[in-house]
């Protein structure tokens, strides 16, 4: 028998569930390389107004969605659509959260690994980061190993259920997570490097900005917010009734985009703290770049060195594992609810199989590597099946289902709490919802699919 469907407690678990999905890998390892990519400052400005136009609105219409059903993704479509094709939004959505689930426990594997490195004493010894980084990835047990006992830590939370699970390690995790980011942030502002990487940051150079520069920014922002993956749909299917939706995806928003910035002030005084090392790395930023900068600018004070790299990978951890959460949950719920079973069942079930999928991710960096389809190994056919095709595509529905479809009347009255709470703009979001991000998404598509 399926378990009774219960809510969040309070307000600030509500804040700090959500933000927990938000708050990733996006932000510590793909928003810098982003960052450093895109030159600096002007790109964080664009981001700004992405999140503001674009990820604020969508936030909110996935919050009323959920919150206005209490159900999964897509019993929610079909409650809100009876008989009709907008149910395959709910289905993306699951869909893409089990994807995107099995490749994100893998590179969480390697941050837990990186991080047990780091604790041992082994990562920042003198070596090449380059070849230390490739022989493990390719290796065929110990990434994987490593990526299970990720996964199990995200099942044991799930299996606990909505408030002894998320609710409470949310409680835990994040704000353990923003006191490590506040150490590592005073940490790297005494690099020697540090003026050099905060002028880096915070001094546009909109030279760079180009549409591509914009649409990247754009597509961080879906990514970086969890959008469009059905997981903040299924978290507000367990607010109550007096949860503020515009005011909790302010906040959420905020939080997600503030841990992003940080997470810049921490990377970029150490990177430019040592001698030829570039920000603009690329996705080895975090796995490559990173233990050389720690290695080489703490050589005299190893022991601050491991405290660092140590402290790092942690945060890294908790941000990955708060995500992770948020997708598991996404499917869990469904499996709940449409097939009748019980909560330990369904989430043992969902583990299982997004770990089978794990390990042809995990081995495509390895003996699989020369298994293509389209030119992209398994983990690139992953990434950019979720990413690049279904994320938009869901979020256009998203905006077309609330602002076309949806009774304009329903939308404003969960909005406003049954018209108790004010929501002056409700104008704005509507024309957002209705014009401005659609066309949008659109170009992010176009621009995806010939980039
Ligand atoms: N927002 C997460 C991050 O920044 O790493 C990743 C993510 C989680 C994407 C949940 C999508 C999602 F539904």
Known sequence: MAEKRKNFTSKLG???????????????????????????????????????????????????IGRHTHANTITAFSKLAPGKWWRIEGVAGVFVAFLILSYYTIISGWTLYYLVQSLKGSLLVSQDYSAYFSSFVSNSYIPLLYAVVFMLMTHLVIARGVQSGIERFSKIMMPLLLLIIGVLVVCSFGM???????????????????ASVVLSAMGQAFFSLSLAMGCLCTYASYFTPDTKLVKTAFSVCSIDTFVAILSGFIIFPAVFSVPNVNPDEGPGLVFVTLPHVFNTAFHSLPLLGYLFSGLFYLLLLLAALTSAMSLHESV???????????????SALVSFCCMALGVLCSLSFGVL???????????????????????????????????????????????????????????VYVFLIRYVVPIAIILIFINELLG
Do not use: H
Not at 199 to 210: C, I, Q, W
Not at 332 to 346: C, G, H, L, M, P
Not at 392 to 410: H, M, Q, S
């Open 14 to 64: 509500v804040v700090l569930a959500a933000a927990g999905s938000a708050v990733g890998l996006g932000n510590v390892w793909r928003f810098p390389t982003e960052v450093g990519n895109n030159g600096g400052a002007a790109f964080i400005l664009i981001y700004l107004l992405c999140v503001l136009g674009v990820g604020v609105p969508v936030m909110m219409s996935e919050f009323l």
């Open 192 to 210: 020697p490097g540090a003026g050099t990487g905060l002028r880096f940051l915070l001094k546009p150079d909109f030279s760079k900005v180009t």
């Open 332 to 346: 869990t719920a469904y499996v709940i609810e449409s097939f009748n079973i019980r909560r330990q069942k369904a």
């Open 369 to 427: 590597s020369d298994f293509t389809v389209c030119g992209l190994t398994i983990f690139g056919l992953f990434d950019f099946c979720a990413s690049k095709i279904i994320m938009p595509a869901g979020g256009l529905i998203i905006c077309l289902f609330t602002g076309w479809y949806l009774d304009r009347k329903l939308v404003y009255n969960e909005l406003t709490n049954g018209e108790t709470v004010p929501f002056r703009m409700f104008r």
